[in-house]
């Protein structure tokens, strides 16, 4: 069965860092790209990062190019989101993806909220 779990959300100050993970099992991993993305309330869900399966190659969404970086590790079938100068504005659930075979897989998400 293919599942992915989303960790690592929570509160954080402006300016802060939080890491999320997003822990796969049931599949290859290592051969899928993974994505990020968020939703928040009121808003459709956006993308915010690729990366291929090797981790060679990145993309990020303009709102957070430069802020978050995106990274894996397939020996522990995880794939990361690192979120660097965090804003209010990147309050959301935010959610790994993959697209398998046409099928797309998500997680059950993780909250982030960016206050003081």
């Known amino acids: 069965q293919v599942r992915l779990v989303e960790s690592g959300g929570g509160l954080v100050q402006p300016g802060g860092s939080l890491r999320l993970s997003c822990a796969a099992s049931g599949f290859t991993f290592s051969i899928y790209d993974m994505r990020w993305y968020r939703q928040a309330p009121g808003k459709e869900r956006e993308f915010l990062a690729h990366i291929t399966g090797y981790g060679d190659s990145t993309n990020y969404a303009g709102s957070v190019r430069g802020r978050f970086t995106i990274s894996r590790d397939n020996a522990k079938n995880t794939v990361y989101l690192q979120m660097n100068s965090l804003k209010s504005e990147d309050t959301a659930v935010y959610y790994c993806?993959?697209?398998?075979?046409?099928?797309?897989?998500w997680g059950q998400g993780t909250q982030v909220t960016v206050s003081s």
């Open positions: 993806n993959v697209d398998i075979l046409g099928n797309d897989v």
